[in-house]
């Protein structure tokens, strides 16, 4: 915004010309000091910068300087740091494929549930590195104006598999008890249930032998963490196309919940951090 206090955009403020200040009031021209170059500049004229800064423009320069301060005592890095470019996330894919789960009574394949399996990185520090599938169920709510945020079940352990256990508990019928109006949605975990790598040992499998298995076969056991369920949970909404889900967590998904509501708080409309509606 133009203030008329600041200097003119056509360059600085208008001077009395050396011609003007060497003339008496009577129009007769002064002479020199001896010794004095007539087009000198006077010793008693104001270098520019004097004569361009008025007093009023000092005491707007110290308010601007207060400002500044005060912001920076009062946590104005925070403030800036809030406005400053996310850090860009790795793109996810939703693969759909066929149900692994036997499936509750009066739905059908494709109209009442799909499948289908949601592409991540294994290790986001390393986006470009590989890629692993998780195994995820959506049940369609048939009520013909669904409420536009799911619910999304997240299951113990961690290792609980999901999709298997309580995939083919949820029939047509269950939807006006557990969410009403709303679809349901069954993720299994990284390395759990019908995901892809599974991190289950093999019967009388010790724990160091399935280690040594695991990382043999280039699955890098550092990259399943909680903090890699909570970007998956958040990849997933994105990925289907929800602006906001409710979360159902049991048992540790009530632990991957608080995650989920700590890190991408934006993604939930609700949680509920307690046993599952499955289990009661």
Known sequence: MKDDNTFPDNGPPPTTSAHERGKNSDGSTLSPPPGVPQDAPSSTDPPPMERRLTPRHHVRLLLVALVVVLVVLAGGYGVFRAISPPTPQASSAFQQIHCPFTLGLGLVEGKGVRCGFLVVPEDRSQ????????????????????????????????????????????????????????????LDQRGAGYSQPSLNCQTNETVQACHDRLVKEGINLNAYTTLE????????????GYQQVNLEGDSYGTRLALTVMRLYPADLRSVTSNRSFLRK
């Open 229 to 240: 369920d909570a970007a998956d949970v958040h990849d997933l909404v994105r990925a289907l």
């Open 127 to 186: 986006p470009k590195g590989h890629t692993i599938r998780l195994a995820v169920a959506i049940f369609k709510t048939p009520n013909p104006n669904p409420a536009p945020d799911p619910l999304l079940v997240l299951g113990g352990g961690p290792g609980e598999p999901l999709l298997a256990t309580a995939g083919p508990m949820i029939n047509a019928n269950s939807f006006a008890f557990f969410a009403p109006g709303r679809d349901v949605i069954l």
